[in-house]
């Protein structure tokens, strides 16, 4: 079965780093988009980056400069760097991947990792 398993949250102050790593299995890693959401209480969960296939990248612009993501298909992993973290980076940090389905038409399949918690602070 499909699975994304994040990793690499916790408590870190702000100005540190955290490195997020989302393993995934039972797709074929190399085709699939991936993306890093984040979800903090009372907010919509909001795009944070992602990463083509092809290894194009985008950012939100909140976090441009002080995060990349990047992918390792060999490891079917991806990782979101997070450097020069600030409070308003506190959330629950979850993992996309998504592909255009060869079967129906302008349909998506994705899936979506459980989440890994990020706090940021003193």
């Known amino acids: 079965q499909v699975q994304l398993v994040e990793s690499g949250g916790g408590l870190v102050q702000p100005g540190g780093s955290l490195r997020l790593s989302c393993a995934a299995s039972?797709?074929?890693?190399?085709?699939?988009?991936l993306n890093w959401y984040r979800q903090a209480p009372g907010k919509q969960r909001e795009l944070v980056a992602g990463?083509?296939?092809?290894?194009?990248?985008n950012y939100a612009d909140s976090v441009k400069g002080r995060f990349t993501i990047s992918r390792d298909n060999a490891k079917n992993t991806v990782y979101l760097q997070m450097n020069s973290l600030k409070s308003e980076d506190t959330a629950t940090y979850y993992c996309?991947?998504?592909?255009?389905?060869?079967?129906?038409?302008?349909?998506?399949?994705?899936?979506w990792g459980q989440g890994t918690q990020v706090t940021v602070s003193s």
């Open positions: 996309n991947a998504n592909r255009q389905s060869a079967l129906v038409i302008g349909s998506r399949i994705d899936y």
């Open positions: 990463i083509t296939s092809g290894f194009n990248t």
């Open positions: 039972g797709i074929n890693f190399n085709i699939y988009a």
